[in-house]
């Protein structure tokens, strides 16, 4: 056993091609350190179709475990800025349009929840992927009287694949992972999308660390937001991991076919892919200069108090939502032709005054078109006032540490089961 170590940490294991694989290759190296009564029965109840998809399963768990990691370090950055900035100003929009005001904090506990979703997609991809094919053999089980339960607790699988068949062929939880991972894409390519916007001069929001953009050729005042645009580009490169995996499993028959195969390269390059996007990400989240004043500005600019205007005539002037709403829309509507907004109050009382019988008082119409004070309102649960806001932070850290601690729990439980593997492996080998 230690020998073996050894070789593969000098590099002293070379695959002889003529071998055909790896699995040979290892069988055959064991027959030349240990002997054959050995070596030559490694493969008694085993078959390359079982042990490939055990291999498969052995790394892609450490591998989930490392994306779920990732996107636990993504969540603690965008927590910590919620956290300072829940009473941060920015508007909200629908249709890339001025919708309501929001906070800074309210976007990225938005993110977070969304992130949550994907750390429950990938636990239940881990649950399925942890089941031990070994011991399905070629297709068909063995005759051999073997406890597929024990090889199962030494790699530390939590459960068996009981079908033999379904075991070597299917590769559904390969599938899953690209799907899951396609999923969490998206919504990193949300975020660096409304980043990529943000940083340009027209929204003025952000300043992207230097790290994480380039300058142009020939234009020297360009600061582009590379990073964020280099994980926007690659999550189509991981929707085609998914779509070429699913081409390739769609017309095969049951029972291992060599097809399977392909699947492999572009299963370790998606994960890669997505932990090195989740940690830009997270960098680039990191060191990110956010511009309060200008997005404060840009809220009370515009209309984005309207909603609550409406809102406000439905609670103190008994209208239906729907009068208030064409109300305030004609008011909107009249000051914008005037080139106004709301910050233009003796306007906008005017034009109250002429729509609304008893209209609303000027020191109460000047608070109630401040962006602060409309923030603050929306206290329904989920909603963006800074306690709702405070709220949910709590909330979802309560979240990520549940998660981290389960991922915690699972590597606990592999690397105990590789210690209890070498320990019987040693006492075989001591007691030969």
């Known amino acids: 056993m230690q020998i073996a170590k050894e070789d593969i940490r000098k590099n002293k294991f070379e695959l002889n091609p003529d071998l055909e694989d790896v699995h040979l290759n290892v069988e055959s190296y064991i027959i030349r350190t240990c002997g054959i009564e050995y070596g030559g029965k490694l493969h008694i109840a085993r078959s390359r179709n079982d042990q490939v998809v ?13 994306v779920m990691d990732s996107v636990l370090g993504l969540q603690n950055v965008l927590l910590k800025l919620a956290s300072k900035t829940k009473d941060t100003i ?5 249709h890339l349009q001025h919708a309501q005001p929001i906070t800074l904090g309210f976007w990225a506990t938005a993110y977070v929840s969304m992130l949550v979703r994907d750390l429950e997609r990938l636990e239940g991809l881990y ?32 459960s068996i694949h009981v079908h033999a068949l379904d075991s070597v062929s299917s590769r559904d939880f390969v599938m899953e992972t690209f799907s899951a991972l396609s999923i969490l894409m998206s919504n990193l390519s949300r975020m660096a999308e409304d980043l990529i916007l943000w940083s340009s001069h027209e929204f003025n929001f952000i300043s ?4 994480y953009t380039t300058g142009s050729s020939i234009m020297p005042q360009k600061k582009n937001p590379d990073a964020a645009e280099m ?15 699913l081409s390739i ?31 830009v990400m997270g960098g680039m989240l990191s060191g990110a200069e956010f511009n309060k004043e200008k997005m404060e500005d840009v809220v009370d600019e515009s209309f984005a108090a309207a909603t609550e205007l409406a809102n406000h005539l439905v609670k103190v002037n008994n209208m239906s939502f729907r009068e208030s709403h064409q109300v305030i829309g004609d008011v909107v509507n009249k000051l914008f032709k005037q080139g106004k907004t709301f910050r233009d109050i003796d306007e906008t009382f005017a034009l109250l005054k002429k729509e609304v ?13 401040d962006s602060k004070r409309v923030v603050e309102a929306n206290k329904s649960r989920g909603g963006t006032s800074p306690g709702e806001v405070g709220k949910m932070v709590t909330s979802l850290r309560s979240d990520v540490k549940k998660y981290k601690k389960s991922v915690g729990k699972k590597r606990r439980k592999i690397f105990k089961a590789k210690e209890l593997t070498e320990s019987r492996v040693m006492d075989i080998l001591i007691n030969k």
Not at 54 to 66: M, S, Y
């Open 90 to 94: 920015m508007p909200g929009f629908t």
């Open 249 to 279: 499993l769609k017309g095969l028959p049951l029972g291992y076919n060599r097809d399977l195969q392909e699947d492999r390269s572009l299963l370790w390059d998606t994960l890669k892919t997505t932990r090195m996007s989740l940690n």
């Open 357 to 369: 019988d008893g209209s609303i008082p000027l020191s109460e119409l000047r608070e109630l078109v």
């Open 54 to 66: 055990t291999d498969v399963k052995l790394k892609l768990r450490e591998e989930i475990l490392e």
């Open 208 to 211: 992207l660390p230097e790290e």
């Open 127 to 158: 649950s399925r992927v942890n089941r031990s094919p070994l011991g399905a053999a070629a297709l068909a089980g063995t005759s051999f009287e073997i406890d597929r339960n024990i090889t199962a607790k030494l790699l530390g699988f939590d």
């Open 231 to 245: 994980v926007r580009g690659k999550t189509g490169r991981v929707y085609g991991a998914l779509m070429q995996s």
